[in-house]
């Protein structure tokens, strides 16, 4: 099992940047597929990105492809988001995820088993 906690949410104007983190806890930080989703109060949750197990396949959503990257330094067991070119349609509490047990479903949040309690990004226009 893994326990996972996100920080680097904040206000920020609209195209500046921001880094989010999620710090995992126990020593198999590399055995779990990555990713992060956002969500708006009264909408389904938006998969933003992903990462394989050894850093070296990323997976992004359409809104974000070219603005965002998805990073993890299995050494710190720490999974990273760097925002730039941010827009107020970004706001919204960010999710970091993981998967165990991978299937591909990569965009789908059934695919993941484990789940941070969420950090609030809002962006001002």
């Known amino acids: 099992q893994v326990q996972l906690v996100e920080s680097g949410g904040g206000l920020v104007q609209a195209g500046g940047s921001l880094q989010l983190s999620c710090a995992a806890s126990?020593?198999?930080?590399?055995?779990?597929?990555m990713g992060w989703f956002r969500q708006d109060p009264g909408k389904a949750r938006e998969f933003v990105a992903a990462v394989s197990r050894d850093g070296g396949s990323t997976y992004y959503g359409d809104s974000v492809e070219g603005r965002f990257t998805v990073s993890r330094d299995n050494a710190k067991n720490t999974l990273y988001l760097q925002m730039s070119s941010l827009k107020p349609e970004d706001t919204a509490v960010y999710y970091c995820?993981?998967?165990?047990?991978?299937?591909?479903?990569?965009?789908?949040?059934?695919?993941?088993?484990?789940w941070g309690q969420g950090t609030q990004v809002t962006v001002s226009s």
């Open positions: 995820a993981a998967d165990l047990l991978y299937t591909g479903r990569y965009y789908s949040p059934n695919e993941y088993a484990y």
């Open positions: 126990g020593r198999t930080f590399s055995r779990y597929f």
